[in-house]
């Protein structure tokens, strides 16, 4: 099994870029959503540290998006 830090599952950081992209949103905003630093939005959109399920959560709620549905694209 891969590590998952480089998995090709990890894809579903390039929809969190893209979503954070067409909703206008800075990584600097997205943070500040989230009560983190911005550093913390670009480590894991650069893939340097992964998001546990509820940091996913999290980021997504901040995105107004669906876990549910970005999870499901996985599958294939």
């Known amino acids: 099994m891969p590590k ?3 998995s090709p599952r990890q894809r579903f950081l390039a929809q969190l870029i893209s979503l954070r992209k067409v909703k206008g ?3 600097a905003k997205v943070a500040e959503k989230l009560g ?4 913390f939005v670009a480590k894991y959109e650069g893939g340097e ?3 546990d399920i509820i940091e996913f959560l ?10 549910c549905e970005i ?4 599958r294939t």
């Not at 999290?58 to 876990?67: Q, R």
């Open 49 to 51: 540290r992964r998001l």
């Open 58 to 67: 999290d980021v997504t709620a901040a995105l107004e998006a669906d876990p």
């Open 71 to 74: 999870l499901s694209s996985l």
């Open 25 to 27: 949103l800075t990584q």
């Open 4 to 6: 998952s830090l480089r």
């Open 36 to 39: 983190r630093p911005q550093s």
